[in-house]
């Protein structure tokens, strides 16, 4: 028998467009849920850079972290993250620069080397050019440097940017970032709400060759968990249709906007569409408050985590909520509640 220490709670949010809903409804909802979470005591909320799916509203990251870190008091906002190679490294800056100033203390600015969008958006984005393994690090240090205080000479500065030192978080769902992060000393965080197959490979890789720099002593990881809890796991396994929905939906190339629950889906599916979602959703927690403990014991056992950033995509908003503080309570639990690993 031992005790699990409970982890930091933070929430990534997509900004779902509802069936029968508008983006207009869809940004209330996410300022609603970052002041819900705020009060459950989690410790940061993000939001993630997605182009041209009409069932996501979060293309404009930036834009909207301010938005959220106005709507709230002390949970730290940020990117999940911004797609750096769509990006100029100078933009960035000045764009996270000047949120750093509106909210000190409280910006994040997670980076990504995925388009996040199909091809023809890419060349919308004015991604035409070819991109290399070489330049998403080149550009990570070009932002680093960005933030840090000017050095005398400097000929290009981000103004506002320079001197605020906004922590810079690598993501990733392969080894790439992992060793990134490593060699750099930062901060990981690794994409397992939806492409949990390498996980454990690559948080081996990330603390094997970490190497500490001013920013981080040692490791730190988090880790995606998507999470639909309910007061059963019946209830909470009709709720998570909307995403079984979803993700059969991006299997096959249809993003649409997230549906309300649908009873007995699963069992509607053929094998293979099964076994397509199973393995999207490995990482996933979904049932009652005992279920979703024994989900998070078993994630924390396995990755050693320090943090856990729940994606949470219940069609209704107040069930949505619910579902969030069913997961705190359940993580509070965890460090007065003895739990049997089998040792």
């Not at 000045?94 to 909210?103: D, S, V």
């Not at 990330?206 to 490791?219: G, V």
């Not at 408050?289 to 396995?302: D, I």
């Not at 219940?314 to 309570?329: M, S």
Request: a neutral charge.
């Amino acid at each position: 028998m031992n005790t699990l220490r409970p982890v930091p709670l933070s929430m990534l949010d997509l900004v779902a467009v509802r069936e029968g809903s508008s983006v207009a409804d869809a940004l209330a909802v996410a300022r609603r849920t970052a002041q819900h979470v705020e009060g459950l005591g989690f410790t940061r909320y993000w939001l993630a850079e997605h182009h041209n799916m009409a069932g996501i509203a979060s293309s404009a990251t930036a834009v909207l972290v301010g938005h959220i870190a106005g709507a709230t008091q002390r949970i730290r906002v940020g990117s999940g993250g911004v797609m750096l190679p769509n990006h100029a490294p100078l933009v960035v800056a000045e764009a996270f620069g000047t949120l750093a100033e509106l909210y000190p203390g409280r910006i994040d600015l997670g980076l990504g080397r995925a388009p996040g969008t199909d091809r023809e958006t890419m060349r919308a984005l004015r991604r035409d050019r070819p991109e290399t393994e070489e330049d998403f690090p080149r550009e990570v240090q070009a932002l680093q440097q960005f933030l840090a205080p000017a050095q005398p000479g400097q000929r290009v500065v981000a103004m506002p940017g320079a001197g605020t030192q906004v922590p810079i978080w690598l993501l990733g769902s392969s080894l790439f970032s992992a060793q990134l992060a490593a060699e750099r000393g930062l901060p990981y965080a690794f994409a397992s709400h939806f492409a949990p197959r390498m996980l454990m490979q690559a948080l081996e890789v990330y603390r094997s060759a970490f190497k500490p720099s001013a920013t981080l002593a040692k490791p730190y990881v988090v880790i995606g968990v998507p999470l639909v809890a309910a007061p059963t796991d019946d209830e909470a396994q009709f709720l998570a249709s909307s995403i079984y929905q979803r993700v059969l939906g991006i299997l096959r190339g249809d993003r649409r906007r997230l549906g309300p629950p649908v009873p007995d889906y699963v069992a509607q599916l053929n094998p293979a569409e099964r076994a397509g979602i199973a393995d999207f959703l490995g990482a996933a927690v979904i049932g009652s408050p005992q279920t979703v403990r024994e989900g998070f014991a078993r994630l924390l056992q396995a990755t050693g985590a320090d943090e856990l950033m729940l994606v949470c995509d219940v069609y209704e908003p107040a069930l949505r909520w619910r579902a969030l503080g069913i997961a705190a309570q359940v993580m509070q639990s965890m460090g007065t509640q003895p739990h049997d690993d089998g040792g």
